[in-house]
């Protein structure tokens, strides 16, 4: 196997000849039972466990070139498989194994007035590409969701991660040997080639979805030359909006836990969002316990003058998702002015409300073109675990099909269904 | 306002401001109640009515360049709109009227530990773009399908409709003058440059969704160039089975109905496979039906043999979409074969099973990959009508989002809410 240097028609004859024993693994994996397909992933999870100082060894391979490289800090810590992480990984595929199995999972049955029965029925979507960055754990993550949902996988990890994905697919593959799953039902491509990327986006037919995961650039590339379906996975520029009518203690502790519970991920507030009416002194002293907790704050004009502290805010600030102890703030003079900036400029990704009325809680929720919209909760809570989905794919910003935090069943499509007594169309 | 010719820069900034004016009239349609719709659907009824004669003095005009340029009688036939088809697009605006609204719908709710109520919640989608080709009546019903799930709309109908297109959303437009719905919800492309499709589909974050319905040609080049989501509206290949348990007497009616009844239509028969162990006097007798009926029998070498008057099928015959009084005939050995063949062979439209044996009925339900699959029932079936959808937007052979008939929930998207009393994430 090589790792990079393929001619572009070898490259191409290897994603087809992947994504054929993709789609023949594909049809095999619809026909298995919920227990057959548990059984391997429980198998999946012991060779994960039993292989874990060889994942090890070769993820520091990965790690001394990432360091030879000059990766910041952040990246290294991200492709680092600690004894935690492998633990993690090894958990999530057991909590994967007690979900329901949404495979043949059929509602909506009624019968037509011939007697004719329709409904729909859920079913696995075929073959699933990912192209994710870093994080190893996505290999085994991604693998397990794709297997349970019963959909043939090719994995695309980052290049930077090329041999500790390898070790865990290769411990992954090996566990199916002794399962019913075939083994192509999940495949890592085996070189780091850019363009390997790109003949796997021009499979379509081959392949049913890609879903990347990764930089805005990544993103856009496989928009560009994908021509199956994509569901998009980009930034969180999340809002809290303390509107006129709110609970100000309330409000205090939301701002707080949304900005600094965990800055660095989509999921945290970038921008906070606050109705003039609410009082000068009570958003100063909020503005003042942020700035204790270490937040920068970047402010509209009012902000500026009532905290001196603040920076002025650039208008790239408004759409910025910082992944760090920044936050912008704004004040605007009616619950529509912040709708409409919160539409404009967020990502679409989470925004909550803090308020008191009824009335304009749910108006935030219906008009708020955002995949989580949260009245008096933390942004935090944008999350496939605290929604109960178990474990995620990751959180869609697309709007169709999967939006917000994409759970074993977005990874099912639902076909019509109609079981007759011979009718007839007249 | 010109009609071709128009320069590139022009288009696109003609394009940008369509989906500019499109945006802000969906973020108020978001805010309007179901009446406050239904009153602009029942104004739009009405002007259709009032507006026919000059709508159809205008279709004269497409006509009548249609018959100068040699269009087919085909392509004449469904360009016309008739008094019967004007009544049809009046009709199917008042059945949308009596439809559920789908926005604001919430289900799923459940709550969580910590006492946050999460669930979903149906919101529109925002700004559509439609691509059509021929009949004018799709302007009407695109139109009222997407006003009433809270879309806004952009349409683009195919150049050989363009004078009736226009009368049609004048009307339309005039008639929202009259009410809370902003004019710019229906918006029809100007111009008929091609160029116009391509700085539509660039225009990435301005709309959202880009559905093609037409030939092939047109529905691949859209998927080529757009940036945003796309649902497809591919062919038919359908496929009856009839399967070595099969009521014959059920399949032989099946077989007709769901070649003759209607063969111009996308859910229309094109494909028969036996299994080998159906009786050959049966299939004999079923193709000499066929025959009598004016149909064309495409065969294997067995069919051939059983048949004089059938040809043999060529490789292509067997991905063909005939929309005509032609059928391909393919014996297998086995339930697996009929199968593979449907999902290798077929456009994942619909398929139908005759047979008695509930256990492969089961099976073909789950393994079939087709949007419609049916037991016992003809194909014809694969209708949002049939289904109770009310009226469909099309039928989607895509899998993700919409499958199959489309109708009003298919406009809608979901996102998560979370109701809170100031719930923390630790």
């Given amino acids: 196997m090589t790792r990079t240097g393929t001619s572009s028609t070898d490259l191409s004859s290897l994603m087809l000849g992947m994504a054929q024993r993709a789609r023949a693994a594909a049809s095999e994996l619809v026909r298995l039972t919920p227990a057959q397909k548990n059984d391997a992933l429980e198998r999946m999870a012991r060779a994960i466990e039993a292989g ?40 999530s595929l057991r909590e994967v194994v007690a979900l329901p199995d949404p495979v043949g999972e059929t509602f909506d049955i009624q019968t037509r007035p011939n007697g004719l029965r329709v409904g729909r029925m859920r079913s696995p979507i075929g073959v699933i590409g990912i192209i994710y960055e870093s994080r190893p754990n996505v290999t085994a993550d991604a693998s397990c969701l794709c297997l349970k949902s019963g959909n043939a996988v090719i994995l695309r990890g980052g290049s930077e991660a090329f041999h500790s994905n390898t070790a865990i697919v290769e411990a992954i593959r090996g566990a199916l040997r002794g399962s019913d799953v075939p083994e192509d039902a999940i495949q890592l491509i085996p070189v780091t080639d850019r363009e390997a990327i790109t003949a796997m986006l021009h499979l379509e037919g081959q392949i049913d979805l890609v879903i990347p995961r990764g930089g ?6 496989v928009v560009r030359e994908a021509r199956m379906q994509v569901i998009k996975h980009y930034d969180g520029n999340c809002h809290v909006y303390i509107d006129a009518h709110a609970d100000l203690d309330l409000a205090r502790g939301l701002v707080i836990n949304a900005k600094t519970q965990r800055p660095g991920v989509c999921n945290a507030a970038e921008s906070l969002i606050v109705h003039a009416a609410v009082p000068d002194p009570f958003l100063a002293s909020l503005l003042g316990d942020l700035i204790d907790l270490g937040v920068e704050i970047r402010g509209d004009e009012h902000v500026c003058a009532l905290e001196p502290r603040a920076k002025a805010a650039t208008e790239e600030d408004w759409g910025e998702e910082y992944l760090d102890l920044i936050l912008s703030v704004k004040v605007v003079d009616t619950f529509e002015e912040a709708v409409a900036w919160i539409n404009r400029h967020g990502s679409h990704h989470t925004d909550a409300i803090v308020t008191r009325e009824h009335g304009l809680a749910m108006r935030f929720l219906a008009e708020v073109d955002s995949a989580c919209v949260f009245v008096n909760a933390s942004t935090r809570f944008s999350d496939g675990g605290e929604f109960g989905l178990g474990c995620e794919i990751g959180i869609s910003t697309d709007k169709l099909h999967a939006r917000g935090p994409m759970g074993l069943r977005d990874l099912t499509t639902v076909k019509w269904i109609g079981l007759g007594t011979g009718q007839l169309r007249s």
């Fill in 216 to 221: 805005r650039g990544l993103i856009e590339t």
């Fill in 52 to 91: 874990s100082s060889q994942i090890q060894a070769e993820n520091e391979r990965d790690l001394a070139a990432g360091r030879a490289q000059g990766l910041s800090p952040a990246m290294l810590d991200r492709l680092a498989l600690t004894d935690r992480r492998i633990a993690g990984m090894i958990q």
